[in-house]
């Protein structure tokens, strides 16, 4: 995407810098965004929405958070943010459980373009067998305020509709862009120790027959727990 404005091109320039720090890679997302909205609103937006995210990763955790996006994503449509989101969340689980989710992000990504019930049906299934099984409830109440913002009582409640906000802006311009697919959203991506785990790992479940994959814990290579840098 070509971008002759020069105040676009610096707020590109400002807003990739940032990512490229926080995560370790420029994502695709941003052109389109700044795009769509003007260098001064992309810059504002960015500012804004990466704090109130920000604050909510530190208050739930990347587990939830990511969960609760990937589920957003998928439910709009949205490939390339539900790899973004949900390649966070694999690497997440992994380094925090030792296990594999049972869903790769590939299988989550499939999950786009299917109604919003079979969406949070598949991933309430998935969740069952992990140790995330109390984040259904977070699931459930996502979709509810989706439908009805209204409903909202709570603190968490409002964290949740700024993400369905958020996502919503991120997930039309994916789209609306057919964005292909970078890296984990997350500055766990940073980590290339675990992204290399990660993918030996699912490399390896893929080799096994269906039968034969072991539904225990993984274990982890001394690699693994190195600090996110």
Not at 28 to 53: E, T
Not at 131 to 137: D, F, N, R
Not at 191 to 197: E, I, Y
Request: aromatic share 8%; net charge neutral; hydrophobic share 40%.
């Amino acid at each position: 995407m070509a971008i002759t404005n020069p105040f676009r091109a610096t707020a590109i320039f400002l807003i990739e810098i940032f990512y490229d720090q926080l995560w370790g890679f420029k994502p695709n997302i941003v052109r389109p965004v700044v795009a769509q909205k003007g260098a001064v609103r992309s810059l504002f937006w960015f500012a804004r929405n990466s704090l109130k995210y920000a604050s909510t990763l530190e208050q739930w955790g990347p587990l939830r958070t990511h969960l609760l996006t990937t589920s957003i994503s998928a439910i709009n449509g949205c490939p390339y943010s539900v790899f973004g989101q949900a390649f966070a969340l694999q690497l997440t689980y992994l380094k925090q459980t030792g296990n594999l989710l049972p869903l790769t992000e590939r299988e989550m990504m499939a999950l786009c373009g299917q109604e919003e019930a079979q969406v949070l049906s598949t991933l309430e299934q998935s969740l069952s067998q992990t140790s995330l099984t109390s984040e259904i409830l977070s699931l459930q109440r996502m979709s509810e305020l989706r439908h009805n913002p209204t409903l909202a009582t709570t603190e968490q409640d409002h964290q949740l509709i700024h993400l369905i906000q958020m996502f919503a802006t991120l997930n039309t311009c994916g789209m609306r862009n057919n964005l292909p697919t970078d890296q984990a959203h997350a500055s766990i991506n940073k980590n290339r120790a675990m992204r290399d785990r990660y993918i030996a790992l699912r490399e390896a479940e893929r080799a096994q027959p269906k039968a034969a994959q072991p539904a225990g814990v993984t274990v982890l290579h001394p690699a693994d727990i190195a600090a996110d840098f």
